[in-house]
C-alpha cells in the first residue's frame, strides 16, 4: 500500500501525499489562543517563593500565571483561618503566663507574654494582656515601661468605649504616676477611675487604695482613712486577701507617720501574716515582701532595731533573687533608717547614697525622696554634733525641698521648713528663719478632729472614727465604736459638724503623657551606684545576719 492509495486529500486536508512533511503533519498552533511571539507573557520557573502583598495575599501571578490565580474567596478563607490559628495561639500563651507568674517564675512569664502580644488579634483579649505586661513591669521597678502599657490600654479602653476597661486603665496610669512623684496627676486618674464603673469588685477597691496612698503622700489623713475604709469593706466582701494585705500595709504607714507605732506595728503584723499563712497561695511574693519592709519600718519606729534589721535583710534576700529593683532599693532605704537610729551615721549616709542612685534610674521620685530625706536627718545630727558645717545640710536640704515641692508632699515640706529655720537660725540669719517658719506654718497640722490639740507632734495611741476622722484616743468616749453608722459616729466630731460644699463631678482627665527615657535629677549631679558601694552594702548585710544568728 502506497501513499497514493490512501485518500490523503481528505485525510490532511487536501495535500498532496508526496508533498507531506514532518513538521506538515503537525498541527500549526492557534496565534489568538498562544502568544509565542510575546516574550514577556512568558511565565518562567522559579524557586523561590513569592511574598505577600501589602494586604497578606500571596502574589500567585508572579509564579503561576494569571491562569492559576485562586480566587478572592479562597484568599479570604486562609487569611480568617490564619488569624484564627494565630488568636487561639496567642490566648494559649497568655494562660501560660498566668500560670508562670502565680508559679513565681516572672522573667519566663514575661517572655510568654510579649512573645503572645504579636500574635493577639482580639482587643479585649489586647487589654487583658497588656494589663499583665503593666502589673510584671512595675513588679520589675520599670515604671516608665508600664506607663507605655497603661496609655495602649486607655486607648484600647477609648476604641471600645467600656466604662470598666477605662476604669483599669485609669487606675494603672494613677498607680504609675504615684510611683514617679505625679501625685496631683495620679490623684485625678484616680478619681476618674471612680467616675467611671468599676464594677464594684477588686477593681473599685484597688482606687480607693490608691486613693487613699495618694492623699496620704499629700498629707490628707482623713481623706487617706476613708480611702482605706472603703477599700477594706471592698476586700472583705471580695474575700481578696491580695487587696487585704495591701489595705493593712497602707493603715500600718499611716499610723507609723501619725506615730502611733503600737497601730503600726500591729497592722504590719497582720499583713504579715496573711503573706505566709495559709491563705497566701494566691499571693504574689511581692506583696509578701511589702509586707516585710513595712513591718520592719514599723519596727524601727517602735524601737526594735534589731528585729528591724532582720525583717529588712529578707526582704532584701527576696528582692534580690525575684529582681525586684523598687523592693530592693526600699530595703536598702530602710536599713539606712535603722542604722541612722543606731547613730552609725556612715553606713546610714552610703545606703542613703546607693539608695538615691538607684531610684533616679528607675525614676522613683517617691522613694528618691524619702532617701534624700534619710540623708539629710544624717547631715542635720552630724551638724548638731559639730562634726560638720553648717553650708552642706544648708545646701542638701535646700535641694530636698525643691523635690519635696514639686512632688507635692505637704508634710515633708513642713518638715523640711522646719529644719532650714534651725539652720538658719545657727547661721544667725534671722530673718530667713522666720521666712521659713511661716511658710511652714501655711500648711496645717492634722489636728484631733474633738480637742482640736495637734497629732503626730509625740507619740501616743490615737483611734479612728467611723467617719475616717482621727482623734486622740482619751478623746475617743466609750460610746463611740468602730460597727456605730456613719451618722451616729460623727455627731461629736467637729470636722463632721462644719458646713462642707457640695461635691462636683471631676474635670477631664490630664493628657497621657510618656516619660523620658532618663527623669533628670532634682539637684544637680545624681550620685552614681558603684559596684563597690553595693558590695559593701551587701557585706554589711551578710555581716548583721551572722552576728544575729550567733
Known sequence: MSWDSIESRDFLGGVPAHQLSATRLLSSPDPSRHHIEDPPELFPFSEEYPTEGRNGAIRWGSRFGPAHRPSAGVLECF?????????????????????????????????????????????????????????????????????EFANRQ????????????????????????????????????????????????????????????????????????????????VAQAQNDNTLLLQVYVGLSELWRRLRDTERAVACAARACDLGRGPRSTDLNTRHHRTALLQMAAALRARGELGDAHDY????LRLAAVAGDQGCYVRAVRISGDVYRRKCDYGKALRNYEVAMGATQ???????????????????????????????????FNTRLLEVATSVGSKMLVRRVRLRLA?????????????????????????TCARCREPLAERAE?????????????????ESWSRRSTRSSGGA?????????????????????RSLPSQVDFPFGTPPTLRESDLNSVLSDHSSQQATSSV
Open 79 to 147: 487569611r480568617v483561618c490564619r488569624s484564627r490559628i494565630d488568636q487561639y495561639l496567642a490566648r494559649r500563651k497568655i494562660e501560660r503566663g498566668v500560670r508562670l507568674y502565680g508559679q513565681n517564675e516572672q522573667r519566663l512569664a514575661v517572655k510568654v507574654w510579649l512573645s503572645a502580644l504579636r500574635g493577639v488579634r482580639h482587643r479585649s483579649d489586647k487589654f487583658a494582656l497588656l494589663g499583665h505586661l503593666y502589673q510584671a513591669y512595675m513588679d520589675f521597678g520599670k515604671y516608665r515601661e508600664s506607663l
Open 154 to 233: 486607655l486607648g484600647i479602653s477609648e476604641e471600645l468605649d467600656s466604662a470598666p476597661m477605662r476604669a483599669e486603665a485609669y487606675l494603672n496610669l494613677a498607680r504609675t504616676h504615684q510611683t514617679l512623684g505625679g501625685l496631683d496627676r495620679a490623684l485625678s486618674y484616680a478619681r476618674h477611675a471612680l467616675y467611671n464603673d468599676c464594677g464594684g469588685g477588686s477593681t473599685a477597691g484597688c482606687v480607693h487604695l490608691t486613693v487613699a496612698a495618694v492623699s496620704l503622700e499629700l498629707g490628707a489623713f482623713s481623706k487617706a482613712m476613708d480611702g482605706f475604709q472603703k477599700a477594706l469593706a
Open 312 to 315: 529588712c535583710n529578707e526582704a
Open 361 to 395: 534610674t528607675l525614676g522613683d521620685r517617691l522613694a528618691q525622696m524619702e532617701a534624700m530625706d534619710g540623708a539629710a536627718r544624717c547631715l542635720e545630727a552630724l551638724r548638731l554634733q559639730g562634726r560638720i558645717c553648717n553650708c552642706r545640710p544648708l545646701e
Open 422 to 446: 534651725e539652720i538658719y537660725t545657727a547661721l544667725g540669719d534671722n530673718n530667713a528663719a522666720a521666712r521659713q517658719k511661716r511658710a511652714a506654718g501655711a500648711w496645717a497640722a492634722p
Open 461 to 477: 495611741p490615737l483611734a479612728s472614727l467611723p467617719c475616717a476622722h482621727i482623734v486622740h484616743h482619751a478623746c475617743m468616749p
Open 492 to 512: 461629736e466630731c467637729l470636722e463632721c459638724a462644719s458646713p462642707r460644699a457640695p461635691r462636683v463631678p471631676p474635670p477631664a482627665p490630664p493628657a497621657p
